[in-house]
């Protein structure tokens, strides 16, 4: 069983709690998970990389990591931040970044706006944001604003037992198995007056009120000057990116599994870790 060391970050703007992986000495990698997961979301791939010293953080409003302040909002390039001032606390000038989903997305949008920090980007299964309703700019800001004006009436869901609310994680938007569930539930739920809830912070489910798009990803794709691998999940949420998949200057390999594949079984953690460690022992 690989030792983990639980931290907490204490940030200029906000705290932040962590699992740490491997040896000390070890190539420096801040881990970052998908939307409503947590840094357990690692807890299978983590100890299947020597010689990396991960740092596997909860992202701002999930898992034990603190929510953001009431009027804040949870922004891409809040988040690429937030992971900077990260790196500034555990006195890493560069950095690799291992990313799932949301932290892929992450993790890309820091390597090309600041690529004299990151060493090498290791990407599971994310790389733009999932396409949502067909709004205009308009449009999606009025919706996230009116959704944001009517947060304080809505109250989160409250599950009568351990077993139910691991069963709701189960069926959330991207399925995810029954020990992924267990093992995101480890970090994400909270005791509370009848039973229990995800600790989560509610304004992470609200509309974006700005979004990435595709034309704009290229960019950041662009400024990234390290070596960079994409892991792509045959039952996952890229695989329909075939075009952009096709332009991509990284290093891309298709696996078999769902989007949670490197959380989902010992196998699927097994073969990404097997990419995953051969991609950081490249010169």
């Keep these: 069983m690989a030792l983990i060391e ?5 940030l ?30 690692f807890a299978r791939l983590a100890p299947r990389l020597p010689g990396l ?24 390039w809040d988040y ?19 990313g799932h989903s ?6 890309l949008v820091l390597a090309g706006a600041v690529p004299e920090r990151v060493e090498r980007l290791a990407l599971i299964d994310g790389l733009v944001p999932p396409p949502g309703p067909p709004l205009d700019p308009a449009e999606r800001m009025g919706q996230a604003l009116r959704e ?9 869901a409250v599950h009568a037992s351990l077993e139910q609310a691991v069963a709701a994680r189960m069926r959330g938007l991207v399925a995810v198995s029954y020990e992924a569930a267990e093992l995101l539930a480890e970090r994400g739920l909270e005791a509370v007056p009848g039973g229990y809830s995800w600790r989560s ?16 990803v290229h960019a950041f794709i662009r400024r990234v000057a390290c070596p960079a691998q994409l892991l792509v999940a045959e039952q996952g949420l890229l695989i329909k990116h075939t075009e952009l998949l096709d332009q991509l ?13 490197h959380l989902n079984d010992e196998q699927g953690a097994s073969l990404v870790a097997d990419c995953f460690n051969r991609f950081f022992a490249m010169p």
Excluded: C
């Design 6 to 10: 639980e931290i907490r970050l204490r």
């Design 12 to 41: 200029p703007h906000i705290e932040l709690a962590a699992q740490v992986y491997g040896p000390i000495d070890g190539r420096p990698v801040i881990a970052l998970h998908g939307w409503l997961d947590n840094a357990n979301s």
């Design 53 to 76: 010293r991960i740092v596997a953080v909860d992202l701002a409003g999930h898992g034990f990591s603190a929510h953001r302040p009431l009027g804040a909002g949870y922004a891409l």
């Design 80 to 98: 690429a931040y937030d992971v900077l001032q990260v790196a500034e606390q555990l006195g890493w000038s560069r950095f690799s970044l291992l």
């Design 102 to 107: 949301l932290g892929a997305i992450v993790s």
């Design 148 to 156: 944001q004006m009517g947060l304080a009436s809505k109250r989160k």
């Design 201 to 216: 912070d509610s304004r992470l489910t609200l509309t974006s009120p700005v979004r990435l798009q595709e034309a704009q």
């Design 249 to 261: 200057p990284f290093r891309v390999e298709r696996l078999p599994g769902g989007h949670h594949l």
